[in-house]
């Protein structure tokens, strides 16, 4: 795994073998920090990064710059191998092992302006993710939410659905409650 921009550019890090992981490729991770760059204030920039996996999505986000990322896998694993990484590179990034949907039902005092789902593919249940991420008053008012998910999944009927891109077999859906702030067309 490398991280492709920022502070960090083409740092490695390396993943246990025995994490059990579906990475966002590297092609599909510069085509999302692309769509991203222009459309987002990152000195003020807070993250919040559902299934996070081995935070892949949180350094990348950290290396460029984002004061504040929160982490949050079901897998013990996972979250302490991010804990370790981003207390090495000193990164802010803050982790939380929790189940993704219960931690989307509990109260919380703070709105993210980006919210990333990495779910597993096979997920039951994702299309109630930004319903359920909007409910809980999680995302900032001009924040934006985007869900990585295969080719079987569309969201283009949801309300609050911007646009989505395709790289390959990674798919990316965009919501937000400001489609006027990110220019999709």
């Given at each position: ?86 207390s090495f ?74 646009h989505k ?10 919501f937000s ?9």
């Amino acid at each position: 795994m490398r991280i492709i921009s920022g502070k960090h550019k083409g740092r490695r890090i390396t993943i246990p073998s025995h994490f059990k992981i579906r990475p966002t490729t590297d092609f599909a991770k510069k085509g999302l920090f692309d769509i991203l760059e222009h459309r987002i204030d990152w000195e003020n920039l807070s993250v919040l990064d559902l299934f996070s996996g081995t935070g892949y999505i949180s350094y990348e986000f950290a290396s460029r710059g984002a004061k504040y990322i929160l982490a949050v896998d079901i897998e013990p694993t996972y979250t302490k191998f991010i804990r370790n990484t981003a207390s090495f590179l000193k990164m802010p990034i803050q982790t939380i092992t929790m189940d993704v949907f219960k931690f989307l039902q509990k109260q919380h005092n703070h709105n993210f302006n980006v919210i990333f789902c990495d779910p597993p593919y096979d997920l039951k249940n994702i299309e109630l993710l930004p319903n359920l991420i909007l409910s809980n008053k999680l995302l900032h008012e001009d924040g934006i939410i985007i869900i990585e998910h295969d080719k079987t999944v569309l969201f283009n009927q949801h309300s609050f659905f911007i646009h989505k891109r395709n790289y390959s077999k990674v798919h990316f859906s965009f919501f937000s409650k400001n489609a006027e702030k990110y220019f999709f067309k």
